[in-house]
């Protein structure tokens, strides 16, 4: 009808209902499809929203989600703040005067990595227990083995003690690291979708910095008793909190699951387009992945590139840098006191993040990985070679600090070093974890971007 020739009386016709159209307002110069009415109104939970509609669902007009998000988002500081617990402490146990906590090399590599066990197993029990119970119940259930470890390092008597602490604080860490992000992205609008779900890495590296800067004001025992707060708080909080509405919808209670988004969106939003499109997906992604379709090299490629480079990521050291970031420091010749390098490390990791997350948009995925993972390669073997062909510390008496004045002899205390050549290890850190942060988390963005958002669901699920 639109492509064939009309008839000029009729050109005339739609000339002067055209103009009067545009007498009238511009409101009627809308076009057809969309105006609102019944008469366009024949599939509602199928249509896409108006603008209108677009801005309630995708503004969050109620506080409450981002309160829900910090809630959840306490579990990945405390998972930092453990994380890291050991840098400050295994140099204060190795000279501790009580022979049942004096830690040799070999017990302060294994206090330091039984962290590493306990997330493994925390990490694959997330994979039953984020079903089974729910992402916040799951959550809130690493409370649990988190209180528990923290008070056997703060009252620890043994070595054992240490190690069992140790151990349950990383299963908690694991749980919350598997079940936080998919909590968070459940339950927040697609407006702010991409900013709350970089809040678990930032609490994440901000509770690590956290603990930093408290090892240079508290005992080690006390680090553990100041872990328990934001353990608590999150409890706390999250009791008060609902569940997400997807995982409702999978369990097939629909009722609560409305409840729960009305909650998150305010009870002036309209939520019923959202959640017909939860609805959609839940149903869409129901289905596992068959093993034809998991052959196929459009999916198994992106995952087996992204796996290697998280691999590769660990292979390079960055964790147990981390966790040994103080005695680091002080089996080098270092400017600034150890304690100190480590806090300054902790904020320029968190001030990383930060700069990775504004620029992973900006630049190529192919182009920051290379650029990483030249300085990350030329920091760290800076590092390695100031280790071993650098100046040495000087090393301390067992019973005299360096600090302290002699004893009424004439032998001086060895000087601290002043050159800054000493920087270096400082630096090459500095320049090794920043870059270490941004390679894994490009290439997983663009794993996500060749599979799709439902495929990346079906294959969790599998």
């Not at 009722?255 to 839940?282: H, K, M, P």
């Not at 090794?432 to 439902?454: D, K, R, S, T």
């Amino acid at each position: 009808m639109l492509g064939a020739a009309a008839h000029p009386a009729t050109l005339r016709r739609r000339r002067r209902r055209r103009r009067g159209h545009c007498q009238e307002g511009p409101a009627m110069q809308e076009p057809l499809l969309g105006a609102e009415g019944p008469d366009y109104d024949t599939f509602p939970e199928k249509s896409s929203p108006s603008p209108g509609e677009r801005t309630r669902v995708g503004a969050p007009q109620n506080k409450r989600v981002f309160l829900a998000t910090f809630a959840a988002v306490l579990g990945n500081f405390s998972f930092g703040y453990a994380l890291v617990y050991t840098s400050p402490v295994i140099p204060a146990l190795e000279l501790s005067l009580d022979p049942d906590l004096r830690l040799t090399k070999t017990q302060a590599s294994w206090f330091g990595s039984v962290f590493t066990l306990g997330a493994a197993a925390g990490g694959l029990s997330a994979m039953v227990l984020n079903d089974l119970l729910g992402r916040k119940l799951s959550i809130m259930f690493s409370a649990v083995p988190s209180a528990a470890g923290y008070a056997l390092m703060a009252g620890a008597h043994g070595f054992w003690m240490l190690l069992l602490g140790r151990t349950m604080t990383g299963f908690a860490g694991g749980l919350t690291a598997a079940c936080i992000p998919v909590y968070v992205s459940e339950i927040a609008p697609p407006g702010v979708r991409g900013a709350l779900g970089a809040t678990p890495q930032l609490m994440a590296v901000f509770g690590s910095l956290s603990l930093y800067a408290l090892g240079l004001l508290l005992p080690w025992r006390w680090l553990a008793v100041a872990g328990e707060g934001p353990v608590l708080v999150m409890t706390l909080l999250l009791s008060f909190m609902p569940n997400s509405p997807r995982f409702l919808l999978s369990r097939g209670r629909d009722a609560e699951a409305l409840r729960a988004l009305a909650w998150l969106r305010g009870a002036d939003t309209d939520t019923r387009w959202e959640f017909s499109q939860i609805q959609d997906n839940v149903q869409r992604q129901s289905t596992r992945v068959s093993w034809a379709e998991a052959r196929s090299p459009h999916v198994y490629r992106p995952i087996a590139i992204a796996l290697l480079m998280r691999f590769l990521q660990q292979l390079t050291g960055v964790t147990p840098i981390l966790v040994y970031l103080q005695p680091i420091f002080e089996g080098t010749a270092v400017l600034l006191p150890p304690k100190d390098d480590a806090a300054i490390v902790g904020a320029v990791r968190l001030f990383s993040v930060l700069i990775a997350a504004l620029t992973m948009d900006l630049a190529g995925r192919k182009v920051l990985l290379f650029v990483s993972a030249t300085i990350m390669f030329a920091a760290n073997l800076t590092l390695g070679l100031y280790v071993h062909l650098g100046p040495k510390p000087p090393t301390p008496n067992s019973t005299v600090e360096l600090e302290s004045a002699p004893l009424g002899g004439t032998e001086q205390p060895l000087a601290a070093p002043t050159s800054y050549l000493t920087l270096v290890p400082l630096v090459a850190t500095m320049l090794f974890i920043m870059e270490c942060l941004w390679p894994p988390g490009a290439f997983l963005l663009l794993c996500c971007h060749l599979l799709g958002q439902p495929a990346v669901h079906r294959l969790l699920r599998a």
